[in-house]
């Protein structure tokens, strides 16, 4: 029997959508206009698919204008690039989101920065990165996964968060860094560890809060947990599962969820923990985006 309680990410991103699409008819009836997400798939992911399509679902569900662009795995850099600029200047899309990973032939780089920094619902634009770097949180749009991660925290701790030792495990521009910018606005003391940190296990052994985002399946193991701390696992792996027979799978976190559960106070499981936020921040960081452009007072803060 694990001690942990289990944070439900379901259950809250379901009830930050459904206070989403609340605001999103507030904004309609204000002042006639839905947020506008487009969403572009280049290539056929199967993974990458499936999160199109959840996002178009979300969004519509939430009551915006929602549009899905697929381009074929061999599509040019060039066509990808001339679709953004077109979404640029589309009064009628506020947020604009190409999935990641793009086809080895395009320069991610070049496209994410294309994106005008007030469409860029995902946050990974140079100028958002920076307004949160720089304790701008409130005029960013902030990464998805590490905001929907610090919701959780707060919905889980109800406490101020200042104070408290953090260790963020990765070091990624989606996830690891910005997580750390967010638990250094809520004036944690914060650690990023990454391949190169010494003796993991001990610097683990210090924190508070733990974000696990290596991409390393299992990694973290309940004995670097320290007795009631709060983890919160973004990795979503997918392992063999021969006890359900040959070939079958199952997904798993980087961080051992039995071991951890024994010693964690709180603990995301995967699936079902950080994943779900990932989409209900989404819709967020559009209805966020709208706001801003048409002119609209900001919604009290999600978190
Ligand atoms: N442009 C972007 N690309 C990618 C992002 C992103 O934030 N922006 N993140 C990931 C993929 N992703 C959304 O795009 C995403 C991943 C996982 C989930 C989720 O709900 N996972 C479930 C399990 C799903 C399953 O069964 O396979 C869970 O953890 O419970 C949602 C969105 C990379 N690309």
Redesign the pocket.
Known sequence: MSKANLID??AI?ASVRSEISARAARLLAETGKRPGLAVVLAGEDP??Q???R??GLAAEACGFHSVKHTLPADTSEASLLALVEQLNEDDTIHGI?????LPGHIDETKVLRLIRPEKDV?G?HPVNVGLLATGARDTALV???PAGSLVLLKRTLQTPLAGLNAVVIGRSN?VGKPMAALLLAESCTVTIAHSRTKDLPEVVRSADIVVAAVGRPEMVRGSWIKPGATVIDVG?N?VPNPAKGEGATK?V?DVAFAEAAEVAGAIT???????????AM?MANTLTAARRQLGVAPEPELF
């Open positions: 990410g379901k991103a993974a990458s499936v999160y199109v959840n996002k989101l190409v999935q990641l990973p995902d990974f990464p998805c996964t989606i979503i997918r997904l976190g499981p995967v699936p079902g923990g950080v994943g779900p936020m990932t989409i989404l």
